[in-house]
């Protein structure tokens, strides 16, 4: 009895999680359908609502932002915005930053979770899995001697979480795993490891 019920929980709770992520998601962006008139909802020309459309007009909404901004035009109207955002005061502080994190984490070029590092954290001889973000910056760099970096040290279950921390490079070991692996392995609490890889030992000669 103890292990059908197990095995049961086994595969529904990755489904049923699966499934209220997936909803949880499509129900946020269906929030999009607000920004069309009442009368062009799905509702109001069909008498009920439907799923998922607010989902797709939502990707069709990014998808069109893309394609504008990557022409001149679209390019220059950017530019535009941006130059009036600036001159309101607290707007221009919070999309500025906001901008700049952004365009860390999701542009090619950028440099965030592009490595996965193993840090003592949160004591000595206690270790995890942490993803290099960069170098200190600012007024921080002139009071930290030696090479420093910064990783963002991810909670588990829940890695959105976590914590930025500044360390030494020579205290911070870097893995042999791509980020997608060091995430899943986060996420499972260690239970998902990644594949072993075996390293090749130097023969010895008699």
């Known amino acids: 009895?103890?292990?059908?019920?197990?095995?049961g929980l086994l595969v529904l709770v990755p489904l049923l999680i699966t499934v209220w992520v997936i909803s949880?998601?499509?129900?946020?962006?269906?929030?999009?359908?607000?920004?069309?008139?009442?009368s062009w909802r799905p509702k109001a020309q069909l008498g009920l609502e439907i799923p998922g459309v607010g989902a797709l007009l939502?990707?069709?909404?990014?998808?069109?932002?893309?394609?504008?901004?990557?022409?001149?035009?679209?390019?220059?109207?950017?530019?535009?915005?941006?130059a009036l955002l600036a001159r309101v005061p607290v707007v221009k502080s919070i999309y500025a930053s906001v901008k700049q994190v952004s365009d860390t984490l999701f542009s090619d070029s950028g440099n965030a979770f592009r490595q996965a590092v193993l840090v003592q954290f949160p004591r000595a001889d206690s270790w995890?899995?942490?993803?290099?973000?960069?170098?200190?910056?600012?007024?921080?760099?002139?009071?930290?001697?030696?090479?420093y970096v910064s990783v963002f040290v991810p909670t588990t279950p829940n890695p959105?979480?976590?914590?930025?921390?500044?360390?030494p490079r020579a205290d911070v070991i870097?893995?042999?795993?791509?980020?997608?692996?060091?995430?899943?392995?986060?996420i499972s609490m260690g239970v998902v490891a990644p594949a072993e890889k075996i390293i090749p030992q130097l023969l010895k000669k008699d």
Do not use: R
Request: net charge negative.
């Open 24 to 38: 949880s998601l499509v129900g946020m962006m269906d929030q999009s359908l607000l920004l069309l008139p009442e």
């Open 174 to 186: 870097t893995l042999d795993m791509s980020v997608d692996e060091a995430l899943k392995y986060i």
């Open 160 to 167: 959105t979480g976590g914590y930025f921390l500044m360390m």
């Open 58 to 82: 939502t990707l069709l909404i990014v998808f069109v932002t893309g394609l504008i901004a990557t022409n001149f035009f679209g390019k220059q109207l950017i530019l535009l915005w941006e």
């Open 128 to 147: 995890t899995i942490a993803f290099v973000t960069g170098k200190p910056g600012g007024d921080v760099a002139n009071h930290l001697h030696g090479d």
């Open 1 to 7: 009895m103890k292990k059908y019920f197990i095995t």
